[in-house]
Nanobody, 129 residues
């Protein structure tokens, strides 16, 4: 069983920055592929970013590329999402997720919520205009 706890959400003005954190339980964190998703009111959950277990390679949704950065600290069992140049359309609940499968999978695989085994409770991000 893996527990994921997000933090760092809040209210920020457009153009501002926030850094989300996701602390994970478990001794094998370095072998987890970690993702961030978000869900705005009335919309479906959407992929934001992923960082693979191997070599820390990353992938981003087009809507956040160049503004958001995903990173991980395996010593702290934590994954981060640095969000810069925030826009009102970034307003959503942000969820951290973990995939425990070891092996190489395509970007398209990690963009699916069904690919992940565990989810956090979410943290609200609100960007005012």
């Amino acid at each position: 069983q893996v527990q994921l706890v997000e933090s760092g959400g809040g209210l920020v003005q457009a153009g501002g920055s926030l850094r989300l954190s996701c602390a994970a339980s478990g001794r094998s964190f370095r072998s987890y592929t970690m993702g961030w998703f978000r869900q705005a009111p009335g919309k479906e959950r959407e992929f934001v970013a992923v960082i693979r277990w191997s070599a820390a390679s990353t992938s981003y949704a087009d809507s956040v590329k160049g503004r958001f950065t995903i990173s991980r600290d395996n010593a702290k069992n934590t994954v981060y999402l640095q969000m810069n140049s925030l826009k009102p359309e970034d307003t959503a609940v942000y969820y951290c997720s973990a995939d425990l499968a070891v092996g190489y999978y395509s970007d398209s695989y990690y963009r699916l919520g069904s690919s992940y085994d565990y989810w956090g409770q979410g943290t609200q991000v609100t960007v005012s205009s």
